[in-house]
């Protein structure tokens, strides 16, 4: 029975590594280290179990369940199969990640070269994205090995650029860490814990993991067991690449305190740079983010336009090209720091459900597969995500956050752990219970069919 060889596994798991890794995911750890300042190890650690753990769990859940998205999704209910599949969709897509593709890599390779005032930035990113989503929208429409050997060659330049920047830092220090912000002096491990959301990482697994199969059954591995061990261990190779490359960021960016105090993630990698190598590795570093972020962009639109092509005869391929790089185009306008503000609140109501979706599927032999565990589980998880995601958006029912406020680590952001775990109970219970009655059910009437024949 064929199986992968060690390479084969390795060069899968840097494939999904490269599939995660994007150029929006070097902004965070940075923003992380440095207002986490001298807490920055334990926010780092809540950071990597939802930046890093998740994405990986998620992968495994895929491969174990034998399909997608939307069909693990739809083990709640068909309904909420398609729907949560399109809001994920849409969030890995063009609401939040296409987006940011080009706020990324234009606050990184442009802005630390503007001179100019607020209003001059504003056209400035204007200009940058329309000619960005136009080589996006050119690029999907005409396919070509270009996009993929760029992907190949930058990933590792960009981890190169990182590891250089992590040494000298030791070499050229930068300073001290600084005091925590105040969001961080207390609860510290879940803060980092929420930030891990802005990755996308979790969601986007829930896609990529169909991709990490077909690439294992494409060398010629048959066995479904085999193909599940070997995606969560192509998902681990992935998971310690990308701890590795947070924790460096992370120190970085607690390390850049003396360089100047910044919420935005590229500002102070473009500081980090700066002192570390000059204006020359800002452009080097510039143009690598550039670049990856449009390799990005095209293979997001793509895979949107592909997903949602499946809905009506008339949302062909190149009309979806057409309307994502169009409304992708409008929301990169509203800028980064905009951008993840909005992302935030929404990935908070969103990224409890998959959490819970993820772990339920690991445990589904362990749970008889019964279908209320989800249901029961999901339901309570999202009543709580959907007043935390109103609650982040500033809309405050006091009755319902003073209601709230008794649950376990509620405080924290996480309130949703207990009625999550006592949804799950409460679905095993009914679905023992029903299990119990289609035996018997099925009992009497194997009686009957017996007293029929006799």
Same mark, same amino acid.
């Given at each position: ?8 596994? $390795? ?58 998205? +939307? ?14 599949? @399109?809001?994920?969709?849409?969030? /890995? ?16 390779? $442009? ?19 329309? =000619? ?17 050997? /760029? ?12 590891? $250089? ?18 969001? !961080? ?26 991709? @990490? ?23 681990? =190779? ?33 500081? @980090? ?43 062909? !391929? ?21 951008? =993840?503000? *909005?992302?935030?609140? @929404? ?5 409890? $459900? ?13 749970? +008889?597969?019964?279908?209320?565990? !989800? ?7 999202? =009543? ?21 406020? !008794? ?6 952001? *996480? ?13 095993? /219970? *009914? ?6 009655? +289609? ?16």
């Amino acid at each position: 029975m064929k199986d992968l060889s060690t390479k084969q596994t $390795i060069t899968i798991g840097l494939m999904l590594f490269a599939l995660f890794f994007g150029a929006g995911n070097m902004i965070f750890p940075p923003s992380l280290g440095q207002a986490a300042g001298t807490e920055v190890w334990i926010a780092i650690f809540g950071f990597i179990m939802t930046g890093v753990g998740l994405p990986v769990l998620a992968v495994a859940a895929v491969a174990m369940g034998e399909g997608d998205l +939307r069909t693990l999704a739809s083990r709640v209910h068909p309904r909420f199969g398609l729907i949560f599949t @399109v809001l994920v969709y849409l969030a /890995i897509g063009p609401l939040f990640a296409i987006p940011r593709t080009a706020t990324v890599s234009f606050e990184v390779g $442009i802005v630390p070269f503007l001179s100019s005032g607020s209003n001059g930035n504003a056209l400035s990113l204007f200009l940058y994205s329309l =000619i960005f989503m136009g080589v996006t929208f050119w690029l999907c429409l005409n396919p070509s090995k270009l996009v993929d050997r /760029i992907g190949k060659f930058l990933t590792p330049a960009i981890l190169l650029i990182i590891a $250089i920047l992590f040494v000298l830092s030791f070499i050229k220090p930068m300073g001290d860490f600084g005091t925590p912000a105040e969001t !961080y002096m207390n609860g510290t491990f879940s803060k980092g814990f929420l930030e891990g959301y802005l990755t996308m990482d979790t969601l986007a697994s829930l896609v990529f993991g169909i991709v @990490v199969i077909n690439a294992i059954r494409e060398r010629g591995v048959t066995d479904k067991v085999k193909i599940a061990t070997n995606t969560i261990k192509a998902g681990v =190779i992935a998971g310690i690449a990308l701890a590795l490359v947070y924790l460096a960021l992370a120190y970085l960016g607690a390390s850049s305190y003396s360089l100047g105090v910044s919420t935005n993630g590229g500002h102070i990698l473009t500081n @980090v740079v700066t002192h570390l190598l000059g204006k020359f590795g800002v452009m080097t570093l510039g143009l690598a983010i550039l670049l990856a972020c449009l390799t990005t962009s095209v293979g997001l639109v793509t895979a949107c336009s592909q997903f949602f092509s499946q809905f009506h005869p008339k949302l062909t !391929y190149k009309v979806n090209v057409v309307i994502l790089s169009l409304f992708s185009l409008m929301v990169a306008n509203l800028g980064l720091e905009t951008i =993840i503000s *909005i992302s935030g609140p @929404v990935l908070a109501g969103m990224y409890p $459900i998959a959490i819970v979706l993820v772990l339920i599927a690991l445990l589904d032999k362990f749970t +008889r597969g019964y279908k209320e565990i !989800y249901q029961w589980s999901i339901l309570f998880t999202g =009543i709580i995500s959907f007043f935390d995601c109103l609650t982040a958006f500033g809309v405050n029912i006091p009755i319902v956050t003073s209601l709230f406020s !008794y649950l376990p680590l509620y405080s924290q952001g *996480i309130g949703w752990v207990v009625p999550a775990i006592i949804g799950a109970f409460i679905g095993y /219970i *009914i679905g023992d219970v029903k299990g119990d009655s +289609r035996q018997l059910q099925s009992a009497k009437d194997s009686v009957t069919k017996t007293s029929r024949n006799m």
